[in-house]
T-cell receptor, first 113, second 116 residues
């Protein structure tokens, strides 16, 4: 069964600190993995995408990694800011199927001053 | 501006009173989908559509209907709402497979529904 699991479920960090969020998936065949940021009460917005051949991709203070062999991805946030407080959702796309996207339940990040 | 528009954004209704949540996208996307989001459960797919007149059930379709008569619109219909359908609903769209940007979902702002 295709699944996406994220950890931790929630995380509280001090402003300026770094953190890493985890995503494990069993989706096969794998096409790509994308991280979304969702502010409270709003729709998710794409942060970065990882394809099968990519190991690392950065978007400002966000760096995503992918290990396609172990089916794990991480999202590293550097020098956190209060505006980073949000839910981060891992979404995996299955290759060559009609219903394309599998969602993790998200990690809720709170950055405190 | 490229966007997915949902209406209404907020709605309070009573059990059994039919309602429709509209969703419209202006990006000529082939794929559209509805999700509900509940605390601790994440986003769960209700229905999706690969193209006009093509719809299929997601993970939690019970109590919902959809239609895709035009490419840009994908309304979500609750024929007889019940309190367990109280939730935050999101519509999303994506280009068709093989198209540029096919791997990204663009979400609407959400519709918060309360059924009393």
């Amino acid at each position: 069964k295709n699944q996406v699991e994220q950890s931790p479920q929630s995380l509280i960090i001090l402003e300026g600190k770094n953190c890493t969020l985890q995503c494990n998936y069993t989706v096969s065949p794998f096409s790509n993995l994308r991280w979304y940021k969702q502010d409270t009460g709003r729709g998710p917005v794409s942060l970065t995408i990882m394809t099968f051949s990519e190991n690392t991709k950065s978007n400002g203070r966000y760096t995503a990694t992918l290990d396609a062999d172990t089916k794990q991805s991480s999202l590293h946030i550097t020098a956190s800011q209060l505006s980073d407080s949000a839910s981060y959702i891992c979404v995996v796309r299955e290759r060559n199927t009609g219903n394309q996207f599998y969602f993790g339940t998200g990690t809720s990040l709170t950055v405190i001053p | 501006e490229a966007q997915v528009t949902q209406n209404p954004r907020y709605l309070i209704t009573v059990t059994g009173k039919k309602l429709t949540v509209t969703c419209s996208q202006n990006m000529n996307h082939e794929y559209m989908s509805w999700y509900r989001q509940d605390p601790g459960l994440g986003l769960r797919q209700i229905y999706y559509s690969m193209n006009v007149e093509v719809t299929d059930k997601g993970d939690v379709p019970e109590g919902y209907k959809v239609s895709r008569k035009e490419k840009r619109n994908f309304p979500l219909i609750l024929e007889s709402p019940s309190p367990n359908q109280t939730s935050l609903y999101f519509c999303a769209s994506s280009p068709g497979q093989g198209a540029l940007g096919a791997n990204v979902l663009t979400f609407g702002a959400g519709s918060r529904l309360t059924v009393l």
